[in-house]
Structures are given as C-alpha cells and as structure tokens.
C-alpha cells in the first residue's frame, strides 16, 4: 500500500524560513531510515505558498489565482510517498518522525494512495488501465 504523508504548513513555513541545521540533521537521519526500511519512495519539502497559484475549475473556465493563501491550516509544507503493508504501518512511522515544525503545534496527515486495481470496476474491459499501464512504463523509461 501506498500512503501519501503531508506534513501541514503552519505560519512560520508559510514566511519561508528555512528548518534550522538541526531539524535538517533529525530529518535527514529520519529518512536514512526509512530509506534502509524499502519505505521511501519520494520526499520533497515545498516552498510558501507566495510562490504558488490555484487553478479554480466551473464548467468550461478556469481562474488562476495566485499566493500566497490565507487558510494555513489547509496549505502543505512537504510531503512523502512511502510504501508499507498497512496504514497502522505508516502511523507508526510517523509517530517515529521529529517534530517538523519546532515551537508551534503542528500535523502530519496521512492518506492512502489509489492503485491502479481500484478504478477496476470503472473499467471492466481494462482498457484504461492498460493505458494506465503505458502511461507509466513511458514515464519510467523518461527519467533513466
């Protein structure tokens, strides 16, 4: 199972200040570890959302509205992509996590990642998940 692990902005990761050398460090270690565990798949930190944009979707338009936004508690500062055996799994790994966001209260949110055998009852010819398929082995043999 895939599970998508989004730790939540708060006001301080909102202003762009950089983890201090020692977060670093603890969350370096941290996924040294879950490196050596097979359970990292992918892991990135995010800048404020001042550098980002929505795209708002009605019918046939669509708005862009630029950042930064004001609702923090709904914004995300990083995420990883692991693969473990169950959501207790990855509940347990994250409770393992140092603390990202030092000197305020802050949240980890954990959501399970779609597979491709999930859409199988939308797609009884399996059709679209060979295309699926195709789709994925093209964007694989892109990155080597």
């Not at 949110?109 to 998940?129: C, H, K, N, W, Y």
Request: aromatic share 6%; glycine share 8%.
């Amino acid at each position: 199972m895939r599970f998508m692990i989004l730790i939540k902005a708060t006001k301080d990761s909102e202003t762009g200040a950089l983890p201090s050398t020692e977060l670093l460090t603890e969350m370096g270690k941290y996924n040294e570890e879950l490196v050596k565990a097979g359970i990292l798949l992918a892991g990135e930190g995010l800048h404020p959302s001042a550098k980002g944009a929505r795209v708002k979707f009605s019918g046939g338009k669509r708005t862009v509205v630029d950042g930064p936004f004001a609702e923090t508690k709904e914004l995300i500062a990083g995420f990883w992509l692991w693969q473990v055996k169950s959501k207790e799994e990855a509940i347990e790994w994250v409770k393992r996590c140092p603390d990202p966001m030092p000197g305020t209260e802050s949240e980890i949110e954990i959501r399970q990642v779609f597979e491709a055998e999930d859409f199988a009852p939308s797609d009884p010819t399996g059709e679209l998940m060979e295309k699926e398929n195709q789709l994925r082995e093209l964007t694989e043999s892109k990155r080597r």
